[in-house]
């Protein structure tokens, strides 16, 4: 009677094509961390446990990571074999589904500024692993860009970042203010020192123009860069400025009390109030950006006057949250009616100083094509802007 046949062994792929095939899987659970939920759990939840469990998956990730890289850069040993690696990724793979669960413990209201860390800090550590994996089976291991690109992997750097993530949404929330004052506090330094050696593009053009003999006449098309004459500030450009720089310096005094009030009168449990703080200062910074860029040569003022509106009008979101939310006391907000003055008053400068642009360009559009619909259109949103703006 003839034996029945064992069953075949799977074969296992070559080491590399099962390090690509591991990246590959990784990369496929950043999707599900940046849009996943809080999982549903009716146990009550216990920061020190998810903190602690928090930072040892952490750990163990690194580990993992160290391990990996260990076994697939021994020179001059020969490569792990098929089975050696497949259990190296699997230990790999557990390991960052591990933190993502973790992740997925921490419920919504423990704050949505306290999620947003760490999930970043999740994200960080799925992202760099996949790296590191991609590095490994992507370059030879003899090369010198291999152990540069090992050595400088965030894998690592994510890991040894969480027992750096706050611990609460209150603690969240000042570091993210803090973020944005430091943003808006750039901005103003890099305005400024345009202003004060009035070179708006700190001397790019005249590189530019001592290499355009070599290069020909059309490199300032290629680059983007202006015309000579578009390169600096008029007299009429330099006086818009100085109500745009104040807006500016109003922005980031915004911020400062902002966060301190938050710092001073803060209450971690009210992390819905919390959370509103930070989204409507989180808009502050880019809406400093916008108006910063419109003031570089050469200058549209009617895009200056859009942008400083466009800030005013975050500005003064910011501040009437603030207000409403507990870590402004009734005695202690007066600060809130002197910035809110001062961001007036620097606002009612620029439409001084762009409302003959806009009733030049209205005049532009109405005697141009007094027939066209269309202009029609443009002239009435014009003078809505000098109205409203």
Avoid at 136 to 142: N, S
Avoid at 215 to 239: A, R
Wanted: glycine share 4%; charged share 25%; net charge negative.
């Amino acid at each position: 009677m003839a034996s029945t046949p064992a069953p075949a062994v799977p074969t296992l792929a070559p080491p590399l094509e099962q390090l690509q095939h591991l990246a590959g899987e990784l990369r496929l659970l950043l999707p599900g961390v940046r849009v996943g939920e809080a999982q549903e759990t009716t146990k009550e939840f216990n920061p020190e446990t998810f903190w602690r469990r928090l930072n040892e998956a952490a750990v163990k990730v690194s580990r993992e990571a160290t391990t990996l890289t260990e076994v697939f850069s021994r020179l001059p040993l020969p490569p792990p074999s098929s089975q050696e690696t497949q259990r190296l990724c699997e230990q790999v793979h557990t390991a960052i589904k591990a933190i993502i669960a973790i992740y997925y413990l921490l419920p919504k209201d423990q704050g949505i500024t306290l999620r947003k860390l760490v999930r970043s800090a999740t994200l960080d550590i799925v992202d760099g692993m996949a790296q590191l994996v991609e590095v490994l089976y992507i370059t030879p291991t003899q090369s010198p860009e291999n152990s540069d690109l090992i050595s400088c992997n965030n894998v690592w750097v994510a890991c040894q970042q969480v027992p750096q993530i706050p611990r609460d949404n209150k603690a969240a929330a000042l570091l993210m203010l803090t973020k944005s004052v430091d943003l808006v506090k750039d901005a103003h330094e890099e305005m400024e020192r345009a202003v004060e050696e009035c070179d708006p593009y700190h001397g790019l053009l005249n590189d530019v123009e001592n290499n355009s003999d070599s290069h020909g006449n059309e490199q300032d098309d290629v680059l983007g860069c202006p015309n000579n004459q578009d390169s600096y500030w008029s007299e009429e450009d330099q006086e818009l400025i100085i109500p745009c720089l104040a807006l500016v310096r109003a922005s980031k005094a915004c911020l400062k009390k902002i966060r301190m009030a938050v710092a001073e009168n803060g209450n971690k449990d009210q992390v819905a109030q919390l959370d509103d703080i930070v989204d409507i200062s989180d808009e502050i910074s880019p809406s400093v950006d916008d108006l910063a860029l419109s003031i570089y040569p050469p200058m549209c003022y009617l895009t200056v006057r859009i942008n400083a509106a466009k800030l005013v009008s975050v500005l003064k979101k910011a501040l009437e949250i603030t207000k409403a939310s507990h870590v402004t006391p009734q005695p202690e907000h007066s600060w809130i009616s002197l910035l809110i003055n001062a961001i007036d008053h620097c606002m009612n400068r620029i439409k001084e100083l762009t409302q003959n642009e806009l009733e030049l360009l209205a005049l532009s559009l109405t005697t141009s094509s007094a027939g066209s619909p269309v202009a029609q259109e443009e002239t009435g949103n014009t003078s809505l802007l000098g109205k409203d703006f």
